[in-house]
T-cell receptor, first 116, second 113 residues
Framework: AQKVTQAQTEISVVEKEDVTLDCVYE???????LFWYKQPPSGELVFLIR??????QNEISGRYSWNFQKSTSSFNFTITASQVVDSAVYFC?????????????FGQGTILTVHP | GAGVSQSPSNKVTEKGKDVELRCDPI?????LYWYRQSLGQGLEFLIY????????KSGLPSDRFSAERTGGSVSTLTIQRTQQEDSAVYLC???????????FGSGTRLTVV
């Protein structure tokens, strides 16, 4: 069975602080995919990133960066110089490969509040 | 359309009534997925369609829940004899085969009173 654990239920920071959201996963699949989604107050799930299990390169997109480490089964997400607009619920998710792709197992989510 | 469209956006129903939730996927997306988001259970997978077939229904919580997809496009999730624990946001997503372009809709908020 697959499992995703997001250690932080809620994080509160002040604008311009850096913040890291932790994600640890469990799977027996050798091919799998990891995702991060943002859910702002409007409710829609906004795709942020997808990584496959064979690509451990870290990725940076503007103020966002992701650290994928297979050795610790972690896929952590860092926001640099946080802004109020980053306030949202963030979900880490996992899917298998092949026909299992698309069946996402989500973590419980981390509520991020950025104060001005 | 440009995105995944779900209707209605909000639905209030009386306990025991049947409800139908609709999902219009992005044109050309062959795969379609239903999820449920509730306070107690988080985001849960319900069912997956590839074309009109549902190879994975493992997440449907009971036999009161069913879903169909017609013409490889629109999907309907039906909940019979609704219970208060069915109250949740029901999310639909679609993608090309292989998962490319995986996109969620805005969801239907179902409240059973």
């Amino acid at each position: 069975a697959q499992k995703v654990t997001q250690a932080q239920t809620e994080i509160s920071v002040v604008e311009k602080e850096d913040v890291t959201l932790d994600c640890v996963y469990e799977t027996r699949d050798t091919t799998y995919y990891l995702f991060w989604y943002k859910q702002p107050p409007s409710g829609e799930l906004v795709f942020l990133i997808r990584r496959n299990s064979f690509d451990e390169q870290n990725e940076i997109s503007g103020r966002y960066s992701w650290n994928f480490q297979k050795s610790t089964s972690s896929f952590n997400f860092t926001i640099t110089a946080s802004q109020v607009v980053d306030s949202a619920v963030y979900f880490c998710a996992l899917s298998g490969g092949g026909t299992s792709y698309g069946k996402l197992t989500f973590g419980q989510g981390t509520i991020l509040t950025v104060h001005p | 359309g440009a995105g995944v469209s779900q209707s209605p956006s909000n639905k209030v129903t009386e306990k025991g009534k049947d409800v139908e939730l609709r999902c219009d996927p992005i044109s050309g997306h062959t795969a379609l997925y239903w999820y449920r988001q509730s306070l107690g259970q988080g985001l849960e997978f319900l069912i997956y369609f590839q074309g009109n077939s549902a190879p994975d229904k493992s997440g449907l919580p009971s036999d009161r829940f069913s879903a169909e997809r017609t013409g490889g496009s629109v999907s309907t999730l039906t909940i019979q004899r609704t219970q208060q624990e069915d109250s949740a946001v029901y999310l639909c997503a679609s993608s090309f085969s292989g998962g490319y372009g995986y996109t969620f809709g805005s969801g239907t908020r179902l409240t059973v009173v």
